[in-house]
T-cell receptor, first 113, second 112 residues
Framework: AQSVTQLGSHVSVSEGALVLLRCNYSSSVPPYLFWYVQYPNQGLQLLLKYTSAATLVKGINGFEAEFKKSETSFHLTKPSAHMSDAAEYFC???????????FGTGTKLQVIP | NAGVTQTPKFRILKIGQSMTLQCTQDMNHNYMYWYRQDPGMGLKLIYY???????DKGEVPNGYNVSRSTTEDFPLRLELAAPSQTSVYFC???????????FGPGTRLTVT
């Protein structure tokens, strides 16, 4: 079975502050892990993807995520938040042998000026 | 290269009516997906397809039907619309299941 849990449905940060969005997964085999971003009234876009090549994955717009097998986590970070980062972020997992991806329930990021 | 396109963008249906949501991709992807998104619930998979002529149910298939006669098109059919089907519907595609999914802009459906 595969599942993903995103802690915190809403996160607020000040502009310039660290962004940390949490994602924990459950998978019986090494997974593929994804972070997607959704801006208002748009579809989802890929931020970054973990495919076992490297545990620290860099994505677009200055975001990165670290795969920690011992903690079954794939948290998303950005050193300094911009107003344009305000969006909803989704973590997703796809385990080996599965043809489907399971999405988390999303975290809405608010950036305060 | 338009990516994934969906029509219509918005639709209001009366209870019991039927409609088809259209989805087309021009990337020659094998996999196509239909999701619904409800506030606070994330994305729920309705149906998916691994290639032309092959479809399978996702988590929430009841009340929906799909077909995949070509690689490009993956329409979603609602036969007897119910208020519970009020949602935003997204179509997506990927080359393989482990690959990035490309999403369309969505269809906002209201059933009253």
């Amino acid at each position: 079975a595969q599942s993903v849990t995103q802690l915190g449905s809403h996160v607020s940060v000040s502009e310039g502050a660290l962004v940390l969005l949490r994602c924990n997964y459950s998978s019986s085999v090494p997974p593929y892990l994804f972070w997607y971003v959704q801006y208002p009234n748009q579809g989802l876009q890929l931020l970054l993807k973990y495919t076992s090549a490297a545990t620290l994955v860099k994505g677009i717009n200055g975001f990165e995520a670290e795969f920690k097998k011992s903690e079954t986590s794939f948290h998303l970070t950005k050193p300094s938040a911009h107003m344009s980062d305000a969006a909803e972020y989704f973590c997703a997992v796809r385990s080996g042998g599965y043809q489907k991806v399971t999405f988390g329930t999303g975290t809405k990021l608010q950036v305060i000026p | 290269n338009a990516g994934v396109t969906q029509t219509p963008k918005f639709r209001i249906l009366k209870i019991g009516q039927s409609m088809t949501l259209q989805c087309t991709q021009d990337m020659n992807h094998n996999y196509m997906y239909w999701y619904r998104q409800d506030p606070g619930m994330g994305l729920k998979l309705i149906y998916y397809s691994v290639g032309a002529g092959i479809t399978d149910k996702g988590e929430v298939p009841n009340g929906y039907n799909v077909s995949r006669s070509t690689t490009e098109d993956f329409p979603l059919r609602l036969e007897l619309a119910a208020p519970s089907q009020t949602s935003v519907y997204f179509c997506a595609s990927s080359q393989e299941s482990r690959d990035e999914q490309y999403f369309g802009p969505g269809t906002r459906l209201t059933v009253t």
